[in-house]
């Protein structure tokens, strides 16, 4: 079967760091991808892991551990615009997506 | 640059309608995909195609179906409308044969059944 658990709300200050972790059991993995989604509207890519580590792009990173089946976006030096849902989405053998319940982050002044 | 687009963005139905929502993938994607997401919940997915072919079947009803046609543009035909289908409907498009897949999503269309 298909699992991806995310906390359901965060908050945090402007201007801060804030880590929003994924664990995942999935029957095959092809990738983990991260969206963030803003309320009405579609989701937009922020980033990709298929191999261990970390990956950087701007104020963003994504780490991923497959052996642990866990992974996690790090948003740094946080703007009010941050303020969406963020969702973890796995890829498993095909090509259709599984998303995570996304995690509300509410960014505060 | 182009981007996914869907139609249409708002759709008012009555129960036992049909209706039919379009997607017109970003050129030279070959693959499309479909989505359901009700109020506060993840997406969905329903239904994905590549070159004008099914090529992943999710949590779709079998009162929906869809297809691709041969301009990659696709159509999800919903039928015997139920309240419970009222949700955005996202299609996402990506180009196959890049490793990444990174998904590009439409806008939405926003269904509301009576």
């Known amino acids: 079967g298909q699992n991806i658990d995310q906390p359901t709300e965060m908050t945090a200050t402007e201007g801060a760091i804030v880590q929003i972790n994924c664990t995942y059991q999935t029957s095959g993995f092809n990738g983990l991808f991260w969206y963030q989604q803003h309320a009405g509207e579609a989701p937009t890519f922020l980033s990709y892991?298929?191999?261990?580590g970390l990956e950087e792009k701007g104020r963003f990173s994504s780490f991923l551990s497959r052996s642990k089946g866990y992974s996690y976006l790090l948003l740094k030096e946080l703007q009010m615009k941050d303020s969406a849902s963020y969702l973890c989405?796995?890829?498993?053998?095909?090509?259709?997506?599984?998303f995570g319940p996304g995690t509300r982050l509410s960014v505060l002044p | 640059a182009a981007g996914v687009i869907q139609s249409p963005r708002h759709l008012i139905k009555e129960k036992r309608e049909t209706a039919t929502l379009k997607c017109y993938p970003i050129p030279r994607h070959d693959t499309v995909y479909w989505y359901q997401q009700g109020p506060g919940q993840d997406p969905q997915f329903l239904i994905s195609f590549y070159e004008k072919m099914q090529s992943d079947k999710g949590s779709i009803p079998d009162r929906f179906s869809a297809q691709q046609f041969s301009d990659y543009h696709s159509e999800l035909n919903m039928s015997s409308l139920e309240l419970g289908d009222s949700a955005l409907y996202f299609c996402a498009s990506s180009p196959r044969n890049r490793g990444l897949n990174e998904q590009f999503f439409g806008p939405g269309t926003r269904l509301t059944v009576l």
């Open positions: 892991n298929v191999l261990d």
């Open positions: 989405a796995v890829r498993g053998y095909g090509q259709n997506f599984v």
